[in-house]
T-cell receptor, first 116, second 111 residues
């Protein structure tokens, strides 16, 4: 069974630009979560989607947004990029959410975003 | 809110040494506890988990026991290998809240 895939793996943008990252979950998984990983802040939760609905949202500004499609694939978008947005963005998929059975999360390799 | 505290790294050990990485948590309800491992240039892999008090998770020689009385989930391995060098994250999830991670502990094992 294929794992979680994320595209692109590496991205370089300049301040003020916007970026869209893509995540394809494991087949059959309906939940997708996004995390930002930086050396200073560690792993921080961005959002969680289940069946195209946002179920949880982390404490990030409105420049960070996401969506999930009917095939469970997810995208996240960051507008008006800032230097501090440079990070590894990780996507994780699971069968369900929270206390539901099968909520164990499987992570993709991440997208390394560098903002210059 | 939920939080996880794990020991600061880096931890450097010789091959075949005993490993302990401490993890304590604060959570509402009855959380599930996890250890994830991240190898250089990769995403996170689930190493082991425990979903209720006194459960022991184990995988690849690593073990951790869910201790409700001490709110701890310490990771142990009896004999580490060079290939165990990675960053280890303790995490918890309670109810419908998202996964909450500790800051990670970098382990380096030298031959």
């Amino acid at each position: 069974k294929a794992g979680v895939t994320q595209t692109p793996r590496y991205l370089i943008k300049t301040r003020g630009q916007q970026v869209t990252l893509s995540c394809s979950p494991i087949s059959g998984h309906r939940s997708v979560s996004w995390y930002q990983q930086t050396p200073g802040q560690g792993l921080q939760f961005l959002f969680e989607y289940f069946s195209e609905t946002q179920r949880n949202k982390g404490n990030f500004p409105g420049r960070f947004s996401g969506r999930q499609f009917s095939n469970s694939r997810s995208e996240m978008n960051v507008s008006t990029l800032e230097l501090g947005d440079s990070a590894l963005y990780l996507c994780a998929s699971s069968l369900g959410v929270g206390g539901q059975g099968g909520s164990e999360q499987f992570f993709g390799p991440g997208t390394r975003l560098t903002v210059l | 809110g939920n939080s996880v505290t794990q020991m600061e790294g880096p931890v450097t050990l010789s091959e075949e040494a005993f490993l302990t990485i401490n993890c304590t948590y604060t959570a509402t309800g009855y959380p599930s506890l996890f250890w994830y491992v991240q190898y250089p240039g990769e995403g996170l892999q689930l190493l082991l988990k425990a979903t209720k008090a006194d459960d022991k998770g184990s995988n690849k020689g690593f073990e951790a026991t869910y201790r409700k009385e001490t709110t701890s989930f310490h990771l142990e391995k009896g004999s580490v290998q060079v290939s165990d060098s990675a960053v280890y994250f303790c995490a918890l999830r309670s109810g419908n809240t998202p996964l909450v991670f500790g800051k990670g502990t970098r382990l380096s094992v030298i031959a």
